[in-house]
């Protein structure tokens, strides 16, 4: 699907029940730029497509309510970005609500949170588990303030083995990931071999983890004024 221009107070794009939605170039205004309500997917650039470009949201990003896949590529031509204007409380790129994946494999995705609170790049809802995943791409928060996170794990399950994840605003109650509760994070693999990918960079914390949760350091780089 590619969209020049969408304009609505409620979603941009409804994936109503199982459907398969591809964006390579959009700018969306809307309360939810898209809406992903069941067990359907959302494809964010194609690796196999040179049509590739910007696609630009005000308001929030992609809304994952219930099961379903939310899978950003990186592009065979041109590069993919990802960039939302927050325009609400709680901003975020891509959210999981209730046991949906989302799953990073490249591109650029950046949040310009406007000074909100409780704002996020890639998350998961505090207390509906969900699975993000983390192969590659740049995931980028700036412009926040307080209790804000480049990447939110939740109680859910967080696997990071390449990309950057980036924190560019400092506040208190702020890190590049964050994992709480039952929740669990891994970086790298475990294996015989150790890498400097992925990079973990904050202007605060590099990683927050609370208590209960589970951390796996394997392979990686983090960065953050806070030990």
């Known amino acids: 699907m590619y969209l020049s221009y969408c304009f609505t107070d409620s979603n941009g794009i409804y994936n109503h029940s199982d459907g ?12 939810i730029g898209i809406y992903n309500n069941g067990v359907g997917s959302i494809n964010i650039g194609d690796e196999n497509s040179t049509s590739c470009g910007t696609i630009s949201i005000t308001g929030n990003g992609v809304y994952n309510a219930i099961t379903g896949v939310v899978t950003v590529n990186s592009c065979a031509g041109g590069e993919l970005k990802i960039e939302v204007s927050a325009q609400s409380f709680a901003p975020y790129v891509i959210r999981n609500y209730n046991g949906g994946s989302i799953v990073v ?47 939110t794990g939740g109680h859910g399950n967080v696997v990071i083995t390449g990309g950057e994840i980036i924190d560019e605003t ?7 990931v964050s994992v709480g509760g039952s929740g669990s994070l891994t970086l790298g693999s475990k294996d015989d071999s150790v890498y400097d990918k992925p990079l973990i960079k904050s202007e605060n914390k590099g990683v927050d983890v609370t208590s209960g949760a589970t951390f796996n350091f394997y392979d990686g780089v983090i960065k953050g004024k806070v030990a």
């Open 20 to 31: 398969n939605v591809i964006v390579n170039k959009a700018q969306i205004t809307a309360s």
């Open 105 to 151: 494999n490249g591109g650029e995705i950046s949040l310009s949170a406007n000074s909100l609170i409780d704002s996020s790049v890639v998350c998961n809802t505090q207390d509906h588990p969900g699975n993000i995943t983390i192969n590659g791409g740049k995931i980028r928060i700036y412009n926040a303030n307080y209790y804000h996170a480049a990447l």
């Open 170 to 176: 400092y506040y208190d109650y702020s890190s590049a």
